[in-house]
């Protein structure tokens, strides 16, 4: 079976759990932490894949790390994970939690670079004309990019609208150099 398929599956079986248990919210915020601390600390993304190291000291280390930090729901999970000799999908799976959760609940992840960083009257803007367009809750990240000189860099999905300075810049660059060697 595919890694993909094997979170894919696990993450939808802990948000219809967590559905049934009203702790939507709580396990995403969880799982937002799992995959945080995966990204961030190396050492733990080795620990989940190392085969040296046996299940139940796997489980124990998620016993103390994890303690009073993630619901019941989120912990009962992970060690079933860890039983089940997947805990090496715990961050595929995390990811595939959040994903899930962000269209269950109609969430739209926007990435907007710009030169500088947005005001607050420009951001609230933005918001407002996104849900209307989008008709979903967003999700709105923020990145700085002075190479871009002005405008902005819109990535909604797979798809992105640059309106850079930049990209504006080199746009006439082209149409310059284009009909220079035309001429």
């Given at each position: 079976m595919a890694n993909s398929t094997i979170a894919y599956r696990y993450a939808k079986s802990l948000l219809e759990l967590a559905t049934e248990r009203n702790q939507v919210d709580e396990v995403y915020a969880d799982m937002n932490k799992?995959?945080?601390y995966c990204q961030l600390v190396h050492?733990?993304?080795?620990?989940?894949?190392?085969?040296?190291?046996?299940?139940?000291?796997?489980?124990s280390t998620f016993k103390t790390l994890l303690k009073g930090e993630v619901t019941d729901t989120t912990d009962k999970f992970i060690?079933?994970?860890?039983k089940n000799k997947r805990e090496s999908y715990l961050e595929k799976v995390a990811q595939e939690f959040v994903d899930l959760y962000k269209i269950k609940m109609k969430i739209s992840t926007v990435i907007i670079t710009s030169a500088v960083k947005l005001d607050e009257a420009t951001r609230e803007r933005l918001l407002k004309i996104l849900t209307t367009i989008l008709k979903n809750r967003i999700e709105l990240q923020e990145k700085i990019d002075p190479k871009i000189i002005g405008g902005f860099v819109l990535t909604v999905g797979s798809r992105q609208a640059d309106m850079s300075v930049l990209r504006q810049l080199k746009q006439l660059n082209k149409n310059f150099n284009q009909s220079y060697i035309l001429n």
């Open positions: 799992l995959l945080k050492d733990f993304s080795l620990f989940l894949q190392s085969p040296l190291i046996k299940t139940d000291k796997k489980i060690i079933l994970l860890a």
